[in-house]
């Protein structure tokens, strides 16, 4: 089968190469295979690929963590069968070792998720990452109560879409930051309160005339930098921080007083160690969820432009360009 590889760290255009690998042998038990049709290129995926990701993989090693494929084999066990997988079965497949970008995938029945047919494959493939982490971090974690206000960074990507009209949705305000002014229409058009520059605004001083000085509760950050500083001195006492994402691949030059005075904290979040504080049930719950959120447009993703496996050169060119406009996807099936 064909399979992207890696054998080292590094850029993603200097070490992926598209390879002839061995097919996975059939399931075994609790497993399942699963013949890949469609993924996406996540900002966690070329972390991994430049060997700065929070946990890294034996090499060589594949890519992908999440995508959308279709039931290949399923191998002996109780927990397939009690789900509906089978084969031929359409599946959204949450892959936490990363494997993905590859035309057939082995692994657990717990790691895929039977998705109704009215979903487009587009959605299907960017089923869990984003939009699992925008609600646990939203209405789980952070809990952000209606009429509240929450403030973000990186407020353009495709979680923070979500986020934004999440808040539309369940009825939390946002303000929303990005280093690129002009999708600010883009962004109030899918229901942001308030759109900031991080290059042209006053960031603490516009929060406080947004919220007429009681300034905000909660906030989250991708970007990481100099930034997160203005995000602090916009929280209000007791307002909390939660860290996700370093894009900028910057440190928080951080004043330790900026906490103390008004006790504010900062809290890490990371998706794969929340999922495994999670039980079967609760996980099956938040897959209902997901589901029906992205039926309702809330957890949806942009998708820029899809590439074929041959493409991968330009695929990741492409992802690599700011104001790429949305997800870029990886079509793995060819047939
Ligand atoms: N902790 C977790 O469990 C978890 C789970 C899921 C995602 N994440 C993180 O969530 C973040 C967003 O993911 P995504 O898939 O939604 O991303 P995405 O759709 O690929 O979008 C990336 C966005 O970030 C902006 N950006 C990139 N570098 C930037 C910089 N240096 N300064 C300011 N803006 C910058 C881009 O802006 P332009 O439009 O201007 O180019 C783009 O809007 C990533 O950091 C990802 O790792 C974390």
């Given at each position: 089968?064909?399979?992207?590889?890696?054998?080292?760290?590094?850029?993603?255009?200097?070490?992926?190469?598209?390879?002839?690998?061995?097919?996975?042998?059939?399931?075994?038990?609790?497993?399942?295979?699963?013949?890949?049709?469609?993924?996406?290129?996540?900002?966690?995926?070329?972390?991994?690929?430049?060997?700065?990701y929070?946990r890294?993989?034996?090499l060589?090693a594949?890519?992908?963590?999440?995508?959308?494929?279709?039931?290949?084999?399923?191998?002996?066990?109780?927990?397939?069968?009690?789900?509906?997988?089978?084969?031929?079965?359409?599946?959204?497949?949450?892959?936490?070792?990363?494997?993905?970008?590859a035309?057939?995938?082995?692994?657990s029945?717990?790691?895929?998720?039977?998705?109704?047919?009215?979903?487009?494959?587009?959605?299907?493939?960017?089923?869990?990452?984003?939009?699992?982490?925008?609600?646990?971090?939203?209405?789980?974690?952070?809990?952000?109560?209606?009429?509240?206000?929450?403030?973000?960074?990186?407020?353009?990507?495709?979680?923070?879409?979500?986020?934004?009209?999440?808040?539309?949705?369940?009825?939390?305000?946002?303000?929303?930051?990005?280093?690129?002014?002009?999708?600010?229409?883009e962004?109030?058009?899918i229901?942001?309160?308030?759109?900031?520059?991080?290059?042209?605004?006053?960031?603490?001083?516009?929060?406080?005339?947004?919220?007429?000085?009681?300034?905000?509760?909660?906030?989250?950050?991708?970007?990481?930098?100099?930034?997160?500083?203005?995000?602090?001195?916009?929280?209000?006492?007791?307002?909390?921080?939660?860290?996700?994402?370093?894009?900028?691949?910057?440190?928080?030059?951080?004043?330790?007083?900026?906490?103390?005075?008004?006790?504010?904290?900062?809290?890490?979040?990371?998706?794969?160690?929340?999922?495994?504080?999670q039980?079967?049930?609760?996980?099956?719950?938040?897959?209902?969820?997901?589901?029906?959120?992205?039926?309702?447009?809330?957890?949806?993703?942009?998708?820029?432009?899809t590439?074929?496996?041959?493409?991968?050169?330009?695929?990741?060119e492409?992802?690599?360009?700011?104001?790429?406009?949305?997800?870029?996807?990886?079509?793995?099936?060819?047939?």
């Open positions: 089968m064909k399979a992207v590889v890696f054998d080292r760290f590094g850029e993603p255009r200097d070490v992926l190469q598209l390879r002839d690998v061995p097919t996975p042998p059939a399931p075994g038990p609790g497993e399942v295979r699963v013949r890949m049709t469609l993924t996406p290129i996540n900002p966690s995926d070329l972390m991994t690929v430049r060997g700065v929070g890294l993989p034996t060589p594949t890519p992908g963590f999440e995508g959308v494929g279709v039931i290949d084999a399923v191998g002996s066990g109780w927990l397939a069968k009690l789900r509906g997988i089978r084969p031929g079965r359409r599946v959204a497949v949450l892959n936490g070792h990363g494997g993905n970008w035309e057939f995938v082995n692994l029945a717990r790691a895929v998720v039977p998705v109704a047919d009215d979903l487009p494959d587009e959605q299907v493939a960017a089923f869990f990452v984003n939009p699992a982490t925008a609600i646990v971090m939203t209405k789980r974690v952070l809990q952000v109560a209606r009429g509240s206000w929450l403030i973000q960074t990186g407020a353009g990507s495709a979680l923070g879409r979500m986020v934004i009209r999440l808040g539309k949705h369940f009825g939390f305000r946002t303000i929303n930051i990005v280093r690129r002014k002009e999708l600010a229409a962004l109030t058009q229901g942001a309160d308030a759109v900031l520059s991080s290059a042209e605004d006053n960031i603490p001083a516009r929060v406080a005339e947004i919220t007429a000085g009681a300034m905000v509760p909660c906030a989250l950050d991708c970007i990481g930098g100099p930034g997160v500083v203005d995000v602090i001195q916009s929280l209000a006492p007791q307002g909390r921080l939660l860290v996700y994402g370093t894009l900028s691949g910057e440190k928080i030059p951080l004043d330790p007083r900026s906490l103390m005075s008004g006790q504010k904290a900062i809290e890490g979040f990371w998706l794969s160690e929340w999922v495994k504080q039980g079967v049930f609760r996980m099956l719950s938040l897959f209902r969820q997901i589901t029906s959120l992205m039926r309702a447009g809330v957890l949806t993703t942009p998708v820029a432009a590439f074929s496996l041959d493409q991968l050169p330009q695929a990741i492409r992802v690599e360009q700011s104001a790429r406009g949305g997800k870029i996807l990886l079509k793995i099936d060819v047939t």
